[in-house]
């Protein structure tokens, strides 16, 4: 347990939400903190495809993602950024593409029915966001998300070094904290082996996206501490996607609708869509339908609202 001093405090907090979904945040901060709504006056996001409302669809001249997909987003309604920023009343300005990688010089990131068309990364989208931005900017309010769902590993095979993709993003994060951004979303990633893409992937390249899932998310946690204990004054909301996924794979079918957690709703192959896309959890092999956005972004609003964290060490 920490003392009640200057030191980073971890503050991990299991909640219940209204649809009974559990999921794991981890409050990294100087002190503890009554999270409430005012604390925030807009929402930033940088990331991929899990985040992208759009620049993407623009990018491509509306040509990618296809017709069937909503309004532009990888998904087939609106996603959690959108649904958490109508919670919480902020506005939203959104660097995110789909298919980019942590950092384009590292891997490049592309999007397009022939992914061929090259997308900034994490590090690019921030230093386009910091170039922009005014001397005398007040973002100290301001609300960031900084997620990577790992397309530097599905993109390479998992073949990419998980420490120096976590130390890509530590740079992000760093550069915005040195522009006075002081609250930050960052989620882990999830577990690649149960995406509907690797259904049929042999048990050797099962337990290559096995290791390397864990491997990010080791290093992660390591970064994101290192993050608060050299910047005491920042606050991080470190969000377990796989204790989400549980959580959301374990509450009663009455509450979520969910029944089907492997198999996509959308086939792209053949342009067929499922009778009932409620009922999925994947719209697509990559990507959630708008009810899992959406239960993503209530578990955060909850927490938001309700949460009395504990201290404990990561």
Known sequence: MLSSNNKCKTCDSFITTLLLMIYAVAIINASPINVDKSRFDSFLVFGDSYSDTGNSYNLTNHTWPLPVYFKGRFSNG??????????????????????????????????????????????????????????????????????????????????????????????????????????????????????????????????????????????????????????????????????FNIGLQTAPQSLTGLSDFVDPCFILSTGTVCPDPTTHSFWDQFHPTTQVHKDFADAIDSFFANATPSLINL
Do not use: C, M
């Open 78 to 243: 609106p996603i959690w950024v959108e649904y958490l920023a109508t919670k919480l009343n902020l506005t939203l300005k959104n660097y995110a593409f789909g298919g980019a990688t942590v950092d384009s010089n590292l891997t490049q990131g592309f999007t397009g029915a022939n992914f061929n068309v090259s997308v900034p990364g994490i590090v690019q989208q921030v230093d386009t966001y910091v170039a922009t931005l005014p001397a005398d900017a007040k973002t100290q309010k301001t609300l960031v998300s900084i997620w990577s769902v790992g397309n530097d590993y599905l993109d390479t095979n998992y073949t990419v070094d998980p420490q120096k993709v976590v130390d890509r993003l530590s740079k992000a994060w760093t550069t915005l904290y040195k522009k006075n951004l002081r609250n930050f979303i960052i989620p882990n990633v999830g577990d690649f082996s149960h995406l509907p893409f690797n259904k049929n992937a042999s048990k050797e390249l099962l337990q290559k996206a096995q290791d390397v899932h864990v491997k990010h998310n080791f290093y992660l946690q390591k970064a994101v501490q290192s993050f608060v204990d050299t910047y005491p004054d920042v606050v991080v909301w470190n969000v377990s996607v796989d204790l």
